[in-house]
């Protein structure tokens, strides 16, 4: 595996890779690598001649009061893993090479990144979006994988390269979930044990808002949400951030639910906010 830390280095692979007439699968992340990234490079290696996997901690997706100094940051168990994953480049840049002084350029979404995860993290999706744009700069990938937990991501990024006709093609993979059905998320390695037990009521609201719908128990969202809430009430150090039925293409609100329709949450446990989604196809 080849590691490179230096824009000009991957603009000279992606180049070379380009002129051989290979095709490129990337996999962005920012580190903290889990299963669930795993899971995205094994499809990007069935995929594509070469996969390159990024590790960035990307600053301008967090607010000021957000945990970018305490975002996890585990770069010698993450090569580990891109090793045994077969990964053939690892692209590591620094803040200052992504986002050196006097950087202003941004990119918006407006359609999409005001809702559900943008109303709460305000300038999230723009940061995103900017650096997600960057990376496809440098890397020039054929296919780009990313995970359905981060679903509005996935929308935010599909809108983009679509908009601006971006010659990738954006892969959505299903969410790989831990035995109990947590979704693995880099964030969940800061749960106390007991917000760990909790946390799989997470699923468990999405799995039960599931059935209320696909059996025509519940179509009313304000109902739903409300009954959903209610699992999270007497979870002490527990708060709400929001739970959604919106369209999975628009992310617009539903009050009368018609499928197909994408229910969403996050949820804070102690210091943790965690996301979640499901589709009623």
Known sequence: MKIIQTIEAMQAMAYKLKRQGGSIGFVPTMGALHAGHASLVRRARRENDVVVVSLFVNPLQFGPKEDFKKYPRTAAKDLLLLKRE??????????????????????????????????????????VATIVTKLFNLVQPTRAYFGEK????????????????????????????????????????????????????????????????????????????????????????????YIAVVDPETLAPMKKIRRPALLAMAVRLGKTRLIDNIVIP
């Open 86 to 127: 077969k990964v053939d480049v690892a692209f590591i840049p620094s803040v200052q090479q992504m986002v050196p002084t006097g950087f202003s350029t941004q990119i918006r979404v407006p359609s999409l990144d005001g809702v559900l995860e943008g109303a709460f993290r305000p300038g999230h999706f723009q940061g």
């Open 150 to 241: 981060d679903y509005q991501q996935v929308r935010v990024i599909r809108r983009m390269t679509e908009d601006l006709n971006m010659p990738v093609r954006l892969v959505a993979c299903p969410t790989v979930r831990e035995d109990d059905g947590l979704a693995m998320s880099s964030r969940n390695r800061t749960l106390s044990r007991r917000e760990r037990d909790e946390a799989v009521k997470i699923h468990q609201a999405l799995f039960l808002g599931r059935e209320l719908i696909s059996q025509k128990i519940m179509l009313d969202s304000r109902r739903l949400v409300k009954r959903l809430s209610q699992i999270f009430a007497n979870v002490p150090g527990s708060r709400v951030d």
